[in-house]
């Protein structure tokens, strides 16, 4: 599976392009170059459309005009800028020209790859008869993922089992899949790990978290304070694979001061026992002696 190839947005983005200026070849006005600048973009940021036109014609062409259609409501672009039609007066045979486009993308895209229509109407030198060619460009939208990890409970009690549990909330556009978990400890001295340190997460949505639990066990020689190191490896939504890692902050205390600090109640259980055994043996030695008086008494 490691070995097998991951086709991204950006890949995609690169064939569709070439199937554009292989199927323009055989026209007047050749597409001869697309370029997005930035290569994908994100909802609600703005990109250069650049594109370089190329005279295959036996002649000279004249009252250029190169358009993006964007009227489908498919399209979640708009312009931004200078518009989306570029006028040119002349195109020399075997010669090229570079046309800029800016659009934006709306806020709320859905990531994917979008196909845009690319007018062209022009006429050949001498002739009054304007002729059209249209074509297709590819453009991705995509959006990093961005994802937050948090210690819910940020502390070990030492000689004691205890659970941690590691969440990670996605706070970014791009769905997180195929997502792994790993931890380890700085300084392992008194402290090991009774779990696996490796989990499986899988699929985290837009906003969304999910979480890992992970068990250890501190003896009274570990520090007082450690590092919890996460890595976390996953794919966002054009499979391309991210490697994330950050250190946290784990405290360990001791029985005593995690009392003081109030995170855990003093275990109370010996003392009542030892209340309800002086009760029982006041009992008994009251009912002892009422009993002698009430003999004492009888005797008289």
Not at 76 to 101: M, Q, R, T, V, Y
Not at 260 to 267: T, V
């Amino acid at each position: 599976m490691k070995n097998k190839k991951i086709i991204t947005l950006s890949t995609i983005f690169i064939v569709l392009t070439l199937s554009i200026m292989l199927s323009t070849s055989a026209s007047a006005l050749v597409l001869d170059s697309v370029q997005t600048i930035p290569l994908e973009i994100a909802p609600g940021e703005s990109a250069v459309i650049e594109l370089v036109v190329e005279n295959d014609l036996n002649k000279d062409v004249e009252d250029l005009s190169i358009s993006l259609d964007l009227s489908s409501e498919l399209l979640p672009f708009a312009p931004f800028g200078k518009g989306i039609s570029k006028f040119l007066d002349e195109l020399d045979e075997d010669d090229s020209e570079k046309f800029n486009f800016e659009i934006i993308a709306s806020p709320d895209a859905e990531l994917g790859i979008y196909k845009i229509p690319v007018k062209m109407k022009y006429k050949e030198k001498n002739e009054e008869e304007f002729k059209e060619e249209e074509s297709l460009i590819g453009i991705a939208i995509n959006s990093e993922a961005e994802l937050g990890i948090n210690l819910k409970k940020p502390y070990l009690i030492k000689g004691k089992k205890e659970k941690i549990l590691v969440e990670v909330i996605n706070k970014g556009l791009s769905k997180v899949k195929f997502l792994e978990m790993s931890v380890s400890i700085d300084n392992l001295k008194g402290i090991k790990f009774l779990s696996q340190t490796n989990k499986y997460i899988g699929d985290i949505d837009s906003d969304d978290f999910d979480d890992a639990e992970f068990e250890l066990i501190a003896n009274e020689n570990a520090p007082s304070q450690t590092n919890l190191v996460v890595l976390l490896k996953y794919r966002d939504s054009s499979n391309k694979e991210f490697i994330k890692t950050e250190t946290l902050n784990l405290r360990l205390y001791s029985n005593e001061e995690a009392i003081k600090l109030e995170l855990i109640s003093q275990d109370n259980t010996v003392l009542y026992v030892c209340i309800v055994a002086i009760l029982i043996v006041a009992f008994i030695i009251y009912k002892v002696i009422k009993r002698r008086k009430l003999k004492r008494a009888i005797k008289r």
